[in-house]
């Protein structure tokens, strides 16, 4: 079973991008679950949400304090929270941003693998807005083999209808751009 | 043909509704029943769903309104949670007695005070002596199912009571998982029309609710009781007929791995799941525990809870409500009172955990199980304590 965190603010789309992973496993006939941080939602306020992902019925509600995988949505949120809390030995922690490895570790404290893309700038080029949420789905299927890439495609179409081919897009350029440091 | 399809289980929810074809939903929002209804109001205005949404000012009207309905012999459905569900409480008590097969969810949440809008079993507990028959989902997919199955039992004609489907805040309506949505005509061949035996009609008028004066209330009431205690035959029969439809079997009593376990825990709603792999990762260990999950609550199936329970030596029952100062938490209370005249009884040790929110985790389970086997050691009079608390 794979666990995964996203990081976000409230607003920026940290729980859709949960559920649209999990909508992707469950297509591929995998079983998922995905959840928010429950409570009251606060535009702005550092958010997360959470994602299960496995080949056999998940038979757990416990909430998630070991990940394999976080994807932090916001550069602003590193060294307010600390987002690799709990992070599995051979996790890895995607981030948006446009640091080096090096700058994010020595600011983070972070000696897991890292997965980094200018996310904003993506998403900027090809949806003329800020939200990064789809593009960093991509640079984490890139950092992982949770599933293939294409795998978002249904969940995209469904949940944005005739603006889903820019998300896509952004996925599929997050998916090259980004660049994995172990 | 049923689909697999990944959904949020409130939304999830809302389409066993709609595909009940329902004739009117009252109700008023509330955290975290919320989506449920949302979704349902959508369903109608949109023209997928062909009911009256009627947008109450708040649940004590909803329950007065589904009261009205139910009784004109309208297929009648409304959603609650924690203080919703206190301020229809008044209500509560008429259905059954007025014998209305209303459907509720309640999302179940903790009551005030401290306010809270998070997820433990103090409404379940609150509208127990209600009269309502009780079912509590694990998962989504037994949300779905349980959904269905609340409008066959409660309108059948040998039963006639309102029935509450307990699925837990957050912790189920909010998260999205795989459920297989059954389709119209396998639902059409499960829940027949609504055929009201008797109904409000200016053209036969009748009246529904008269005063009960000392001559006939402890009649009514015996009535009542009766009602309720023979519900359980329609409820499993029900749930045969919709495991032998659609594969899925459901029984009031579930037990996990209980064979040959001296120790039992005893579990309601979902974290029965979190519960499950917390006795896997104890046998793994070679620990001799299992897991007894109870899907109904009222009426109680005692029969089923002392054959799943018999030959254990301790038993440890997790609440999630507390019952102030009384003999322990309310599932416990039952517990105890269901083994009392057996010749034989297991030790038991009352958990309360899961507290609004509180989460409860696998390693949570693990202590409940060496806590009960220690306490049974000692031999402590047996107490409830709470899991997860700073003292």
Known sequence: MIEIRFHGRGGQGAVTSAELTALAAIEQGKYAQAFPSFGPERRGAPVMAYVRVSDEPIRTREKIYEPDIVVVLDPTLLGIVNVAAGLKEDGVVVLNTTKSAEEIRERSGITAKLALVDASRIAMETMGIPITNTTLLGAMLKATDLLPLSALEGPLQERFGRIAVKNIQASQRAYQETVVKE | ?????????????????????????????????????????????????????????????????????????????????????????????????????????????????PISIWNDHSDMMMSRDTGWIQTVAENGQEAFDLTLHAFRVAEDSRVLLPVIINLDGFTLTHVIEPIEILDQKEVDRYLPPYQ????????????????????????????????????????????????????????????????????????????????????????????????????????????????????????????????????????????????????????????????????????????????????????????????????
């Open chain 2, 1 to 113: 043909m049923a689909k697999r399809v990944g959904i949020e289980v409130s939304i999830a929810v809302s389409e066993a509704v709609k595909l009940a074809n329902v004739d009117v939903v009252a109700a008023y929002p509330i955290t975290p029943q919320t989506h449920i209804v949302e979704h349902l109001a959508e369903l109608v205005a949109d023209g997928h769903l062909d009911a009256e949404f009627i947008p109450v000012e708040s649940e004590h009207s909803a329950m007065s309104t589904c009261c009205g309905s139910s009784a004109a012999g309208a297929r009648t459905y409304t959603a609650t949670s924690s203080q919703g569900q206190a301020l229809m409480l008044e209500i509560c008590y008429i259905a059954p007695a007025l014998r209305l097969p209303i459907v509720m969810t309640v999302a179940n949440r903790s009551l005030s005070g």
């Open chain 2, 196 to 391: 009201p035996q008797m109904r409000l009609d200016p053209e036969d008028p009748v009246s529904i609710g008269p005063v009960g004066m000392p001559e006939v209330y402890t009649e009514a009431k015996k009535a009542q009781d009766e009602a309720i205690k023979g519900s359980k035959e329609v409820i499993l029969e029900a749930w045969q007929e919709f495991g032998d439809l659609f594969g899925r079997y459901y029984k009031p009593v579930e037990t996990y791995r209980t064979d040959g376990a001296e120790t039992l825990l005893v579990t309601m709603g979902s974290l029965s799941e979190t519960a499950m792999t917390a006795v896997d990762h104890m046998r793994a260990k070679g620990k001799d525990v299992g897991l007894v999950r109870i899907r109904l609550f009222r009426p109680f199936p005692f029969e089923e809870f002392l054959a799943a329970v018999e030959g254990a030596k301790q038993i440890a029952v997790m609440d999630r409500a507390l019952c102030l100062n009384g003999a322990g938490g309310p599932l416990a209370i039952e517990v105890k009172a269901a083994l009392y005249d057996e010749p034989e009884r297991p030790y038991i040790w009352n958990y309360v955990a899961g507290l609004a929110g509180r989460d409860v985790t696998i390693e949570n389970f693990v202590e409940m199980a060496d806590g009960v086997e220690a306490a049974a050691a000692d031999g402590l009079r047996g107490d409830y304590t709470m899991i997860n608390v700073r003292e």
